[in-house]
C-alpha cells in the first residue's frame, strides 16, 4: 500500500509540473482587424517560454500599423550596407507582406507571404529601460505560397513608432526561431557584423527617417 501510496504522488507531483511549464496563450489585441489570440510555439525543450505583452500599438492604429509601405532607412548607414535586409517591404493589413530587391518595388524576393499574428513580445535588453518591444509573425503554412517566403519564415517587428514614422525588422529561416531574433539585442556591438541587428524602415513610402 506505501509503494502505490508513493507512485500515485509521483504522477501527480509530474502532472502537475508539466502543467507549470506550459506557456499561457498572449491575449489578443483590440485592433481595427479582429486578431486571433495565438500562443507562441516552443523553441526547443530547455528553452524559457517568451513572456507575452501587449503590443505598444494595440488599441492605438488599425493593424498595430502593419499596413503600407516600409522603405529601408537611407539614413542609417548599417540597415542600407547590411545585406540581409530588403530594400521594401509591403505590407497589406498585417497579413500579407512581400519583400523586394529594390526601393522602387519592381523586382520582389518573396512575394504575398501570408502570417500569422503571434502576439508581443518584450525585448530581452531594452524593455526594463525603454519598453522596447517585438510584435511576432510566423508565416503560414500553406503549399500555395511563393516558396521564398521560407526565407522570412519568422518575423519580429517593432510595431512603427516615432516621427518619422518608422519600424525596426528582424527575421528568420526555418531553422531560426522567436528566440533567436529577440537574443539579438543582447549581442555584442560589432559594425562590421551590423550587431545587434536593428534595421529600420521609414513608413508612409518615405525612404529617410533619421538615425534612430
Known sequence: MKLRLLGILALMSSTIAACQSTPTEPTATKTSVTVA???????SESAQPIAQIISPNAYKVPYLGYNGTFILNADQESS??????PKRIGISKM?????????TG????????????MGAAADPKYYKE????????ELVKDEKQDPNCKRFQYLALTAPHGEPIHMHVRYGGEQSS???LLKMSGETEDAAKFSPWFATYCGGGKSKCGKG
Not at 489570440?37 to 523553441?43: K, L, Y
Not at 497579413?95 to 526601393?103: D, L, M, R
Not at 525603454?130 to 509573425?137: E, I, M, R, V
Request: with cysteine; net charge positive.
Open 37 to 43: 489570440a495565438q500562443s507562441i510555439p516552443a523553441q
Open 80 to 85: 542600407v550596407k547590411d545585406p540581409r535586409n
Open 95 to 103: 497579413e500579407k507582406i512581400t519583400f523586394y530587391k529594390n526601393a
Open 106 to 117: 519592381k523586382s520582389a524576393i518573396a512575394r504575398n507571404c501570408e502570417y500569422i499574428y
Open 130 to 137: 525603454f519598453k522596447a518591444a517585438w510584435d511576432l509573425f
Open 178 to 180: 522567436f528566440e533567436v
